[in-house]
């Protein structure tokens, strides 16, 4: 039987992020006091040409990332970077870590520009490095 992991406890939150706040990132430290786990989820990233991915979970692409499990402060704290409710939104999804899935937030930019361009592997860091496209 796999784990099932939700919020386990007032104030106590997961969060998927796929991006600026992966560890070793600009904006990890955005994630304050995080405990971190490696994790993907099925979706699509994007590059909107911001400097920073988008991730939907609509689409079949595994995208590599990481849950976040963050106290009230450390999720207000990565809500007021992703500019939450007004740039990103969040919503709940299923993701996969280690001895099974989890339910976490994720944020989703709330307009893609059209010209957002897929990133087919999956993977902001090794975009960024330029080893996919």
């Known amino acids: 039987m796999a784990a099932e992991t ?10 998927f992020v796929y991006g600026t706040l ?19 989820a099925l979706g699509t990233l994007y590059d909107p040409h ?20 963050v106290d009230d402060e450390g999720l207000a704290s990565m809500d007021r970077l992703e500019g939450c409710p007004r740039l990103y939104r ?8 280690a001895g099974g899935n989890a339910t976490a937030w994720v944020y989703i930019m709330n307009r893609l520009p059209r ?8 993977d902001w860091k090794a975009y960024r490095r330029g080893g996919m496209q």
Do not use: D, Q
């Open 6 to 15: 939700t919020t386990t406890a007032k104030g106590v939150h997961h969060v």
């Open 22 to 40: 992966l560890t070793g990132e600009p904006n990890a430290h955005w994630a304050k006091g995080a405990k971190r786990e490696s994790a993907s």
């Open 50 to 69: 911001y400097g920073f991915p988008a991730f939907s979970p609509l689409g079949t692409t595994v995208v590599k990332g990481e849950m976040l499990t």
């Open 90 to 97: 969040r919503e709940r999804i299923e993701i996969s870590i």
């Open 115 to 122: 010209n957002a361009m897929v990133i087919k592997g999956g």
